[in-house]
Each structure stands twice: as structure tokens, then as C-alpha cells.
């Protein structure tokens, strides 16, 4: 079982920048995910990347603008966010899920956080 803690969230310009932390309970070699859902709308996938850091996908929403990076040493991922809008204003969730690599095959987004709010004035 594997617990995320995403912290980070708050308002911020159009224009502006944030960083989203995404903490694990423990040390995990899962991918991890971003994700934002505005209310009302359908869950939004935002970026990913595998245990190391590698980045894997991107959102072409938030391509250019969104990257993932990855600290082992303190089980925590990143969302750096640039230049936002305020289409980008969602609450923002991180995922983790293993990759079997005897498959070769990625089994799904097991552990979920409770979210951070992002909220972008225009």
C-alpha cells in the first residue's frame, strides 16, 4: 500500500508559475502520473514518468509548459507548471502504479492522492 501526499497547490496569475510535490509513503519504483479534473468533466491526464524520472508522456495540453522530475531520496515527484492559463486551473492528482517488466506492460494507476487545488486568474 502506498499513500500520495500532493502539496503545492494555491492561486496564482496567468502567466505564472507553480510547483506541485507529489510525496510517497515510501519508496516506491512504480510510474508515476499526474492527472486534473475541473468539476463537472472528465479526469484529465497530465504527464507521467517511470520509476527513475524518465518522462514517458505528455499531455499535448500542457506540452512545452508541464514537466515531471522525480528525487528518489525524498519518495517525491514534481509538477512544474509554466506559463499557465486558466484552462489549467483543476484539481491536480498524482498516481503510482507498477510496471511489470516480465510483460513488459504497465498494470494501471493503483494508488491515487487526494488532490491539490490549482486555480489560475486571469
Known amino acids: 500500500q502506498v499513500q500520495l501526499v500532493e502539496s503545492g497547490g494555491g492561486l496564482v496569475q496567468a502567466g505564472g508559475s507553480l510547483r506541485l510535490s507529489c510525496e510517497a509513503s515510501s519508496r516506491t519504483f512504480y510510474n508515476m502520473g499526474w492527472f486534473r479534473r475541473v468539476p463537472g468533466k472528465e479526469r484529465e491526464f497530465v504527464a507521467s514518468?517511470?520509476?527513475?524520472?524518465?518522462?514517458?508522456e505528455t499531455a499535448d495540453s500542457v506540452k512545452g509548459r508541464f514537466s515531471m522530475s522525480r528525487d528518489h531520496n525524498k519518495n517525491t515527484v514534481y509538477l512544474e507548471m509554466n506559463m499557465l492559463t486558466s484552462d489549467d486551473t483543476a484539481i491536480y492528482y498524482c498516481?503510482?502504479?507498477?510496471?511489470?517488466?516480465?510483460?513488459?506492460?504497465?498494470?494501471?494507476?493503483?494508488?491515487w492522492g487526494q488532490g491539490t487545488q490549482v486555480t489560475v486568474s486571469s
Open positions: 514518468c517511470t520509476w527513475n524520472g524518465d518522462p514517458l
Open positions: 498516481a503510482a502504479g507498477p510496471y511489470d517488466t516480465t510483460s513488459d506492460r504497465f498494470r494501471g494507476w493503483l494508488y
